[in-house]
């Protein structure tokens, strides 16, 4: 049983973990599983000696049970870690304070068992037909849905830090083939823990026995048929009315009202449909490599470069940045876009970059899962590209199904979809072979590089578009024998996975068709690791790393006040990437963003974050009925 439940992280903690974890591994659940079967054993022994063959065991299996979840519940919702048990900041005093606490807890379920035994006495038959069962019976459905919702607002923000309600309900819609096991393995633990609590209070609270002690020459009854039923439907009402404000904050459920039905017209008044201004592309199309990177943030950079860290996480990736663009929002370090509304997460912030449009949750359930009608009303970047004749790709190491990729790519410019799934097909990787989320970033790029020198062969201009999730949270994805050089796994895989990005472009600048090709790499989102990020000062303004590198002679002339102080979102990175292909834009528009390289002020730089932010957050009708259109 102690197995089963722990096994929920065990796949992450594999690839995550110190020797020294690894190590604690089995007998970690060793321990749970002997405390668990020790303390089932004395029970047995003590309280239950004339129990034989299936009782018995019934038993003991119970006792087993209720013994490893209070484990279970002491170890995942009051340690450190909140999410996963395998890093190295479990295995410390605490955690064997722990266990001696789950031990002495074990004892007491023990002695309060023989106490209730000694003295229950059960029901008359008179009694029974008065015994209050509508009571009892509501105070166990209040704590299926109180402990339900404590656990799911729970499980949500420690297994993706910082989730928007948008995310929840998009990724609820969309499909989600592809998805790293440990996050189901976690889910189901959750529901292991929430079933399992609620099947032993039924069990305590609708046994048909009440608590009698003899006091001198009477019988006081301490616990009565209709006491039991009162208090617990007066404790498990408390705990229902908590979970639903605990659940509220969690999950933002305010913001939800706002998404379904607060409407505005804000992006039909400020959207600027492509096809409706005139856009101009250079004499000579150049070549575009968009790159993706998966969480990567300017946090990750020491402080006196903008940063968070002592030490910087990706110094190669810092120097490849001054050859270039950086849009930043500050003065004079590295910085990048504000998050708002419909940004925050990976399928999103290729919605923003491409199609100019925060990611909404739709009120169409079929928005984002039909064939050629993923935001089918937009005319995108990859659109724009595709009808000027460029030859693209989307190459990416998962499954790019997951939340409605292939779709997004078919659907807007007909990209040639090479992920996790086409690899196998096409022999690329050994069949059978799964790394993290599919393929490690180590093998994109090796075949990154085989693509591009198929499309610069092609006679057409290319669009290849590269998406890493080395870096994805929790805790990131290192291959075997790569450096270690600091103490958390997160930190190993960002240092390593910007080596090898750095190296990639720097091997694309040798080639040929490098002259006539515009390289853009943006952090596609915050990072979602929750551990990582668990003692960063709430006042510290997180961005994600920008880069445009070999931007078209038109826009070599800039001026230098446009890349500094500059607020922004991802979306006007779709105008901007535009420019940087030297193609000239009727009124630098597109979408709701704004070209960069332009004097035109962002949506966000006129009118405010917060004014942004509300009204993107509220529904749009124009959203769901011209830019959806689903048939």
Known sequence: MAFCLLTADF?????????????????????????????????LRLLHKDAKGKEAFGKFVYSTFFITLITLFFVKFNHRTKHFLYLDDVHADAYVFGFIVVVLVAAAKILLTAILKKYRKPYTEAEEKKKPKALSVTAVVLFAFGITFFLVGHFIPATWAGVRPEQMIVNLISPTEGTELSIYLTGFEYVILAVGATVL???????????????????????????????????????????????SDALSLPIMYKIFFVPSDFIEKEYVDLRDVKVTF?????????????????????????????????????????????????????????????????RASMVNQTLGVPMKAPMNLKAYTTPGHFLGGIYGLGDLLHDNGYIQTYLVGDQAKFAGGDLMFKTHGDFAIKDYDYALETGMIPEGYKVWWGFEDDKLFKFAKEELLALSQSGRPFNLTLATIDTHATGGYLPEGAPTPYDDPY?????????????????????????????????????????????????????????????????????????????????????????????????????????????????????????????????????????????
């Open 11 to 43: 796949e992450r903690g594999m690839n995550t973990m110190s020797f020294k974890a690894f190590l604690l591994y089995p007998g970690m659940v060793c321990m749970v599983g002997l405390i668990a079967m020790l303390g089932a054993f004395l029970e």
């Open 201 to 247: 209070f039924g069990i305590l609270c609708l046994r048909r026995t009440q608590i009698e002690i003899p006091v001198k020459q009477r019988t006081v009854t301490l616990l009565s048929r209709k006491a039991k039923a009162v208090v617990s439907l007066l404790l498990t009402s408390v705990m229902f009315v908590s979970s639903i404000f605990f659940i």
């Open 282 to 346: 250079p004499e000579q199309k150049r070549n575009l490599i968009y790159i993706y990177l998966e969480s990567m943030e300017n946090s990750y950079l020491s402080k006196e470069l903008g940063g968070y860290m002592d030490e910087n996480l990706m110094p190669e990736l810092t120097e490849l940045a001054y050859e270039g663009d950086v849009f930043s929002n500050t003065s004079g370090k590295f910085g990048g876009p504000v998050q708002v509304t419909g940004t925050e997460w990976t």
């Open 491 to 631: 930190s190993n895989s960002i240092a390593y996975n910007t080596k090898r990005v750095t190296e990639f472009v720097r091997w694309v600048q040798k080639q040929p068709f490098y002259e006539n090709t515009t390289i853009i790499m943006i952090g596609d989102h915050h990072s979602m690791d929750g551990v990582f990020f668990k003692d960063f000062d709430k006042n510290y303004k997180r961005t994600t790393f920008n880069l445009i590198l070999n931007p078209a002679s038109s826009v070599a002339d800039t001026d230098a006040s446009r890349f500094i102080n500059r607020i922004y979102a991802n979306f006007d990175m779709f105008p901007t990437t535009l420019a940087a292909l030297g193609c000239d834009i009727e009124r630098n528009r597109a979408g709701i963003g704004v070209n960069l390289y332009s004097s035109e002020r962002t949506l966000l730089e006129a009118y405010g974050i917060d004014i942004v932010n509300g009204e993107l957050q509220k529904r749009s009708d124009f959203y769901n009925h011209t830019l959806v259109d689903v048939e």
